[in-house]
């Protein structure tokens, strides 16, 4: 059974630093591009950033690019992502999700996604 578990979540000050993880169980993470996305109240959910298999290659969104760092450890069957300068508007769950087709931004390309945990970022 494949599980994705997110972890690192919590209340953090605008401009302070987070550290998600994402544990993989039930497969070979290294067979999988790895996603986060994340949803906010009201909001549909979007994405954040993904890695291709290798870690090679990375992208993300603009509104997260030069602060967010995503990186993955096949060994350990991890995924993470580093979250800086954070922003009140980065309140959401955060969610991570993989895929065997490549490192999308578009939710339907991902196969399996974990539970989410809560960022929140007070002004």
């Known amino acids: 059974q494949v599980q994705l578990v997110e972890s690192g979540g919590g209340l953090v000050q605008a401009g302070g630093s987070l550290r998600l993880s994402c544990a993989a169980s039930g497969l070979t993470l290294s067979s999988y591009a790895m996603g986060w996305f994340r949803q906010a109240p009201g909001k549909e959910r979007e994405f954040v950033a993904a890695v291709s298999r290798s870690g090679g290659s990375t992208r993300y969104a603009d509104s997260v690019k030069g602060r967010f760092t995503i990186f993955r450890d096949n060994a350990k069957n991890t995924v993470s992502l580093q979250m800086n300068s954070l922003k009140p508007e980065d309140t959401a769950v955060y969610y991570c999700?993989?895929?065997?087709?490549?490192?999308?931004?578009?939710?339907?390309?991902?196969?399996?996604w974990g539970q989410g945990t809560q960022v929140t970022v007070s002004s």
């Open positions: 999700a993989a895929s065997l087709i490549y490192y999308s931004d578009s939710r339907p390309k991902y196969n399996y």
